[in-house]
Each structure stands twice: as structure tokens, then as C-alpha cells.
């Protein structure tokens, strides 16, 4: 939705939310910069109204005594605000920067919380990365709002307080023996011009801001994108664009960006036009009132030293308007940036989680049937899965077999409730999975996909996935993985970290280590469900059978799932299901699968045995 067609309501209600958000992320940031741009802005009318007093004092002939008595409060009122300003300054400079940080740990939690659907969505990882350019590139979205803040507070500030010490220039004294200018003046109607004077400069720095300092924000806006852009495809330089040559494209069109020297030109232009019309309409306003004032303060109306005041807080009250049109124009620029951010937070989560209990058995006993199952992924048009009819016990050890794509991983997707099925119903033990608590369910199974992910944490809390971790518990799941010898040789042991990422020490594990970590991983949770989802589909047939047999040995009486595209890997399980073109096509023993001669398993056996005949 653009700014054309949104109503005043809907911006004032995308702005309002957003400041709300940025209370809730970090209370202290925002407090602290409410009070100190409150503290910034009362300086200047004290300085102000102090001068003011001064300079009337004197003209008027006051005694030394009242002159050192109001130069004692001016200059310890200064140096107590300059002293106050200083440390709030420095309170506000520190909560900014963990306001930046919680920020970024904000959208983190969402991501974290967001439904397997989306997370997993292309459209919804642009739109992650989208947001994430726009802020770091652009300021865009939750950073303008709280750099716009100062502006829109200390512009109300101003207005507040250039009103209340404004009001009192258009009093008027008996002008009896008063002619000329000075008796005009002294009448209403010159008060009527100086206030029509003032709206005109107000109206007329409105439509600037609108004409000139919004297009230029608009426009600084599109190029700060297309950087971000250019910027991002550089930093994720590949492989492939050595390989094909593509370094120098590459280049050549970031220089067209980064070194548009035309348009940056054109942006300059547009901004030191609008500051001349600024400063041409301001001293033309600026004569009139320094006429106005002059002449009122020639007649007695007040003092000279309030000369002084009504032509800086009539400067003040023109600057608090425009300011307050600039920060509301700047805002409604960044709400597109806004629905974005929103949009991605406000993400649907109409997975339905109950709240039964799984049932705790002492016989591990678990049946887990899929009944009619029929699934297509959130907006594609072909079913990934038809007709599943499929039920299992604990204990069994079940391999998935079939080509890549035809839906062995989506299957175990289903199983552990990262998506609903389209169609049919996955009973555990005669139940709905639907109508168990989430978090109980899960905890069902231990999984190693095939993009598994280590983290630059410690060995123990890789194993783990947590900061609280039993250290037996982690090296007996290590040896048992196969990461024993090499654990031996680490000094620290699990206490060692992957990467350098946090310590520079940190160990580097090879592709295969990293495989026996995440299989230990998985026999850490201890989960009646163990789940290996072509972990070691880069190693060879050979290695990869090692690998699953040596986790078979571990499993004992769990329930073991292995899935793969190569059959040899699995023909020690008990039962194979063979998924072909979403659909489980067979299902039987190894010896009764090849055994078949018109079966997909006999052809795809057949066909892979060159690579794994012994």
C-alpha cells in the first residue's frame, strides 16, 4: 500500500504501532531519549528568556545587585542543564545501542517462533532479507522511527514552548498621541499581518518540505535499495561467478549504482533548491517581524530585551512546524517499510496445538498410523504426498527408500508436525497428533536431516542444544556416534568450540565429524523416535551404509527410521516403504522387495548395484 492509499487513520495507526513496539522492545532506550531531547530543547529558552530579562534590566537602569543576582542564575542554570544534559546524553548514548541490539534480537525471536510453513517459505526469507536491507542500508522501518522521534518530540517541545513565550507580543498600550507606523503598529490589525506573515511562512515551508525534502528522502530511499542490493550480491560472491566470468558484470553494474555521479547530482540539486526557497521566505518573515517587534519595543510596549525573545521563539515556533511536517511526511514514507515489518511479524500461526498429555508408558509402547494421508505444500498446485496408509510400532526399524523427490522427507515432515496434512489424519496411539500439546509431541522424536546444522557453540552444547548440558551424557553420545577417538585428543574436550567464531581456539571437523556430532545429537535427547533423513547423502554408498548400521547398533529398542535414495544402505531394517512421485508404492522386507521382479525396488535395486556390490 502506497502513501496515496492509505488514509490518515491507517498511517496514524501503522506509526502509533510502531513506537509502541519500540517501547515493548526496550522501554529504557525510548525513556531515555524522551528525556533527553526534552533537556536539549529546554536550553535555548532559558538562554533565551535569561538574555531577555538581562538586557530589559539593564535598559530600565536596574541596581548591580538585581543585574549580578540575575547573571548568577543565568550562569548556574546554564552549567546546571549543561551538566544535566551531559549525563542524560550519556544514559541515552547507552541505552541506544542496546536499543539497536534488542531490535535485531526482536526479529530473531519471531523468526524463531514462526510456523515451519513459513520459515521454510522463499517468498518469506526475501521478505526477512527485504527488511534487513531496508534497515541496514536505509534506515527504513523500525531505525527511522526512532531517529524520527527526536525530531517529532523536540518539534512539539518547541511548539509548546514558543507559544507560551510568543503570546505575550501582540499586547497593545493605550496609543493615544501615537501615529504613522508605530500607531499601526500598536493596533490589532498589525498583529493580524504579522500572524498571517507566519502562517504563510508555515504553509509555505510545508509545501517545500512536501516538494523538495520528502522527494529527496523518497529518492535517497530508492538508491540506498539499489546499493543494499548491489552491496548483499557482492558479499555473496560464489564460486560460479569466477568460474563463468561474470566478475566483471557483476562489477559493471554496481558501478552503475555506487557511481551514478548524474544522479547523486540530481539529488543535491533538489535539496539546495529547497534550502534557498527556506531561507529566502524566512528572512523576508524575519524583516517583517524585526519591524513589528522594533516598533513595539520603541513605543514601551515591552522591554528591548524582548526583542531578542520574540525573534527567536517566533523562529522556534516556524521551525517546530516544519519539523512537525517533515518528521510526519518522513513517517508516512517509512509505513511502506512498516507493512513490510508487520507484515512479516504478523505471519499466521493457524497451526492448531492441543493440549493432551503424551502418554508416559513404561513399555515405550507407541503406534504411530497415517491414515489417508494427502499433503501439498502452502501455494504449490501438486500434491507431494497422495493417499499415505502407513502404521508402525516402537521398536521397528523402517527405512524409507525412493528417488529424491518423491517424498520421503516430507513424510518425516508430517511425522514430526512441522506441517498438517492436506487431507487424511496421523494418529499416535489412536489419537490425533493434533490434539497433544506441541512441545510433549515432539519431544517424541530425534532427528538428523540431511542439512543438519552445527553451531560455533561448544562440542557440549552442539550435542546438547543447550547452554545446561550432562558432560557424561555428551561423551557417551559422542563415542557411541563414532567421535570418541577425536574427542580424546581434544584439551578441553567438550568444552571444545566448533569454529572461531566465539573462541579462537576452536577446532575445524570435517564433514564426517560433523555427521557423528549430529548423530550424537540425536542420541543425546534420547527419544523413543530416532529419525536419519539422508544425513550422509555427500558420502559414498559404502561409508553411508557404515554410518547407518553403526546407528542401528546405538538405537537398541528405539524406534529407528532410516531414509534414503540408495537402497544398499538400508536393507538390514526390518521393513522398507518405497516412496515413488509422492506416492509409498510398496512395502515389505528387503528379501521380498528385490524378490519382485515388476516392483520399483527390484529396478531401482538393480539399477544402483554396480555402486555397492560386495
Not at 529547497?274 to 517581524?289: D, E, I, K, R, T
Request: net charge negative.
Amino acid at each position: 500500500m502506497t502513501t496515496e492509499k492509505r488514509t490518515l487513520r491507517e498511517d496514524l495507526k501503522l506509526i502509533l504501532r510502531g513506537y509502541k513496539l519500540l517501547f515493548n522492545i526496550c522501554p529504557a532506550g525510548m525513556v531515555w531519549r524522551t528525556v533527553n531531547c526534552i533537556t536539549q530543547q529546554i536550553w535555548p529558552y532559558f538562554s533565551l528568556y535569561m538574555s531577555a530579562l538581562i538586557i530589559n534590566a539593564m535598559a530600565a537602569g536596574a541596581e548591580l545587585k538585581e543585574l549580578l543576582l540575575l547573571a548568577a542564575v543565568t550562569v548556574f542554570g546554564m552549567l546546571f542543564l549543561n551538566i544535566s544534559m551531559h549525563l542524560i546524553s550519556r544514559k541515552a548514548e547507552e541505552t541506544e545501542s542496546i536499543q539497536w541490539n534488542l531490535n535485531e534480537l526482536y526479529l530473531l525471536k519471531v523468526q524463531c517462533k514462526m510456523q515451519y510453513k513459513h520459515f521454510e517459505d522463499p517468498k518469506t526469507a526475501l521478505l526477512r532479507q527485504t527488511i534487513r536491507n531496508h534497515s541496514n542500508y536505509g534506515g527504513h522501518g523500525l531505525p527511522k522511527l526512532y531517529w524520527t522521534y527526536w525530531e517529532l518530540l523536540s518539534s512539539a517541545i518547541n511548539l509548546i514552548f514558543s507559544l507560551s513565550l510568543t503570546a505575550s507580543m501582540f499586547r497593545m498600550v493605550d496609543g493615544a498621541g501615537l501615529t504613522g507606523f508605530p500607531a499601526f503598529a500598536n493596533s490589532p490589525w498589525s498583529g493580524l499581518l504579522i500572524l498571517g506573515v507566519i502562517l504563510g511562512n508555515v504553509l509555505f515551508q510545508l509545501w517545500r518540505i512536501k516538494k523538495f525534502d520528502l522527494k529527496t528522502t523518497e529518492e535517497w530511499g530508492d538508491f540506498n535499495t539499489r546499493f543494499a542490493h548491489s552491496n548483499a550480491f557482492m558479499h555473496g560472491e560464489k564460486p560460479d561467478v569466477k568460474v563463468f566470468g561474470a566478475v566483471g558484470f557483476t562489477l559493471s553494474r554496481s558501478e552503475k549504482v555506487l557511481a551514478d555521479r548524474g544522479y547523486i547530482r540530481k539529488l543535491f540539486k533538489i535539496g539546495t533548491t529547497g534550502n534557498l526557497l527556506f531561507h529566502s521566505v524566512a528572512a523576508v518573515m524575519n524583516l517583517c517581524l524585526a519591524l513589528y517587534v522594533g516598533a513595539k519595543a520603541f513605543i514601551g510596549v515591552f522591554g528591548i530585551g524582548d526583542f531578542v525573545l520574540y525573534l527567536g521563539t517566533v523562529e522556534k515556533f516556524v521551525g517546530a512546524v516544519s519539523g512537525l511536517g517533515t518528521a510526519w511526511g518522513i513517517l508516512r514514507i517509512n509505513n511502506e517499510y512498516l507493512e513490510e515489518l508487520f507484515g512479516y511479524i504478523d505471519l499466521p500461526d493457524d497451526m492448531y496445538k492441543g493440549t493432551l498429555s503424551v502418554e508416559k508408558r513404561d513399555d515405550n509402547r507407541f503406534e504411530i498410523e497415517f491414515r489417508d494421508v494427502s499433503f501439498k505444500y502452502p501455494g504449490a498446485e501438486e500434491y507431494a504426498l497422495r493417499h499415505i496408509n502407513f502404521k508402525f510400532r516402537l521398536g521397528e526399524r523402517l527405512a524409507f527408500v525412493g528417488m529424491n523427490g518423491s517424498g520421503k522427507t516430507t513424510f518425516i515432515k508430517l511425522l514430526c508436525r512441522l506441517y498438517d496434512p492436506t487431507e487424511g489424519t496421523i494418529l499416535l496411539n489412536g489419537i490425533d497428533i493434533s490434539r497433544y500439546d506441541y512441545d510433549q509431541y515432539l519431544s517424541l522424536f530425534s532427528v538428523v536431516f540431511q542439512d543438519f546444522h552445527l553451531f560455533a557453540f561448544s562440542l557440549g552444547e552442539n550435542v546438547a542444544a543447550s547452554e545446561d548440558y550432562d558432560p557424561a551424557r555428551v561423551r557417551e553420545a559422542l563415542e557411541k556416534a563414532g567421535f570418541g577417538s577425536r574427542l580424546e585428543e581434544l584439551e578441553k574436550g567438550t568444552e571444545t568450540y566448533l569454529g572461531r567464531g566465539y573462541d579462537e581456539s576452536g577446532i575445524d571437523v570435517s564433514g564426517g565429524e560433523a555427521q557423528k556430532i549430529a548423530l550424537a545429537r540425536a542420541l543425546y535427547k534420547d527419544a523413543p523416535f530416532f529419525i536419519l533423513d539422508e544425513p550422509t547423502a555427500a558420502l559414498d554408498p559404502i561409508a553411508e551404509a557404515e554410518v547407518y548400521n553403526r546407528f542401528d547398533t546405538v538405537a537398541g529398542d528405539k524406534t529407528a527410521v532410516f531414509i534414503s535414495h540408495r537402497l544398499s544402505s538400508c536393507k538390514f531394517c526390518h521393513n522398507i516403504a518405497v516412496f515413488h512421485e509422492g506416492e509409498m508404492i510398496q512395502y515389505g522386507s528387503h528379501d521380498d522387495l528385490v524378490a519382485d521382479e515388476n516392483g520399483q525396488y527390484h529396478k531401482l535395486w538393480h539399477a544402483q548395484a554396480q555402486y555397492y556390490t560386495e
